[in-house]
């Protein structure tokens, strides 16, 4: 699994709007680094780490849900979702052959020719996801992705009162990591810290959800963000 980086700053009392900002910046900017190379074939990890990001960043979206303008969020779940998908159709196939590769190596000479021919078909599918995946990128280009979602975290900033932002920036110099690191959970105003939403975006499993968060970090249904 690709190691979340942590975020700076966030404290146990970093009010709700810095912390959304915080956290979804770093993983807007965890989901840029991860597409340079994507495309390889050869290179299947960049797939895998790119979806973990997608699905890292989708997570706090929703847990932050309220600090963001809502349509804008919508179109952003989105618009994250269908990479996730693109992304999703080349990953199936590299995972298939990975594990192909691997049993054809336990095989004697005289039996690899079958699982060859099986193998050559798997390759046409991770083409044609390659080709779903090129698609993605030229209608929903992560770079420009990243400059809207720039937009949705200063909104939420600006919308934490001016004393509170003063006294939530003061706190992130003194202390850039924060009591308990990246997994300080900023509770005392309503927020999430990294590790719950990272545990709500497991890599190759369903959409994250609120489940497993406490009362004052469950994310809104995903009807009133899809």
């Given amino acids: 699994m690709v190691k979340a980086l942590p975020i700076p700053g966030l404290r146990a009392d970093t009010p709700y709007g810095l912390a959304a900002a915080a956290t979804v910046r770093v993983r807007a900017d965890e989901l840029v680094a991860q597409a340079a190379g994507v495309l390889d074939t050869g290179r299947i990890e960049r797939v895998h780490g790119m979806r973990v ?25 989105r618009e994250v979702k269908a990479l996730a998908d693109a992304l999703g159709a080349r990953r199936d196939p590299d995972v298939q052959l990975e594990g192909l590769d691997r049993f054809a190596a336990t095989l004697p000479e005289a039996d690899r020719p079958g699982i060859e021919g099986f193998m050559a078909v798997v390759r046409e599918d991770q083409e044609a996801g390659n080709v779903t995946l090129a698609e993605a990128l030229e209608r929903l280009d992560p770079a420009t992705l990243r400059e809207r979602i720039e937009l949705l975290v200063r909104a939420a900033e600006d919308a934490v009162p ?9 706190d992130a110099d003194e202390d850039p990591a924060g009591p308990g690191g990246d997994d300080a959970a900023p509770a005392a105003a309503g927020g999430v810290g990294p590790a719950d939403a990272d545990r709500q975006a497991a890599p190759d499993q369903g959409a994250p959800s609120g489940a497993g968060a406490g009362p004052q970090d469950v994310a809104p249904r995903r009807e009133d963000v899809a």
């Fill in 53 to 77: 990001a997608t699905r890292r960043l989708r997570a706090v979206l929703e847990i932050y849900a309220p600090c963001f303008p809502p349509a804008e969020l919508k179109r952003t779940l």
């Fill in 162 to 170: 001016a004393e509170l932002r003063e006294a939530g920036e003061a």
